[in-house]
């Protein structure tokens, strides 16, 4: 994973990229389990796009991923390797 805050990030990219990666499942099964890709909920996002006004309460709004990776940084997770 490559991760660029564009200078902005509270911690390095390196450091942001090892949070994300020990905390979400990228592969497929776990991107489809994530958001729950196999539930029909899309419809109504085909009027709006998935920034449009019907957004909310869509799976890749929540901030739960947010939450989880703020207490890891700041429980100072050890690195792997």
Known sequence: MRVDAF????LPDAEIARLLT???DLT???IIDRFDLRRP???RTAAY???GAN???LPWEQRDLARLLRQDA???IP???
């Not at 200078?7 to 509270?10: E, F, L, R, V």
């Open 74 to 76: 700041a429980c100072g």
């Open 28 to 30: 497929p099964a776990g």
């Open 41 to 43: 909920i899309y419809r």
């Open 7 to 10: 200078g902005a990030g509270a």
């Open 55 to 57: 957004a909310s309460g």
């Open 22 to 24: 020990s905390a979400v």
């Open 79 to 81: 690195t792997a390797g």
């Open 49 to 51: 796009g998935h920034f």
